[in-house]
């Protein structure tokens, strides 16, 4: 049951998750995505400037298959810099704004009979907060600090997970965010994890359920990496992302 009315929404699938809040790069050379950022770019106000970001599942083409070949939630992104190129692509910087769900997906405007963009009605999804998460955003955060311990390789192989209460895991100059929903995207963008867990992640309806996986799933993969002292095979499709 749907809980708001759906809006039209041009899409941009990718082979990856984005969550609210990320700064994504981008590097734009498809004519149907020139023609979007041309289009976003004619609208006064900056923070119109959106447009959907959907993950598509492995082996499946969203031009033929439709709405079956993406995941169900995606992120909408706002374009935030662009720089065009001298033969026609764009570079631009978007950041994560708000979590949707595709209710159905139609071809949009063709150019030069090139491939169609896509248009979606989506719903836009409430981000719930009981505001009562405090326990679970320290044992997330103690779980993603060993987990990063554990990646950047400041533990040596006589580590043992029953240690790691009695650590101080080094986070550099970072400073961690104390919002807790904020936390819960920055754990699900920064875990090496295979598309279903991620986007599992992102469809959570409340930051409470997503903290809650994200500690089982931080405290797998680190009893998996201290175990057999290998780290996971890190997935490079997105590019440069960050969680601002």
Known sequence: MRE??????????????????????????????????????VRTDPDTREFGIIA?????????????ALYPVGTSVI?????????????IVTVGSRRFRVHAVAPGPT????????????????????????????????????????????FGEEFEMSDADDIDIDMGDEEMPEDATV?????????VLGMEERQQLLA???TGARLR???RLLHRENALISLFNALPAIDLSVGNGSVN
């Open 4 to 41: 708001h009315p759906t809006e039209s929404l041009p899409l941009f699938p990718l082979n990856a998750t984005v969550v609210p809040g990320l700064i994504l790069p981008l590097h734009v050379f498809e004519t149907r995505y020139r023609r979007l950022v041309a289009d976003l770019l």
């Open 56 to 68: 598509v599942r492995e082996g499946h083409d969203p031009v033929t298959e439709g709405i079956d």
């Open 213 to 215: 996986l994200a500690c």
């Open 111 to 154: 150019w030069d009979n090139n491939a169609p963009l896509l248009m979606a009605e989506v719903e836009y999804l409430d981000e719930i907060d009981s505001g009562t998460n405090g326990p679970l955003v320290r044992e997330a955060l103690r779980s993603f600090r060993v987990y990063r311990g554990l990646l950047s390789g400041q």
């Open 79 to 91: 374009l935030r810099e662009t720089e065009a190129n001298d033969d026609g692509s764009y570079d």
């Open 183 to 191: 936390i819960s995207y920055l754990i699900t963008a920064a875990m």
């Open 204 to 206: 959570i309806p409340d």
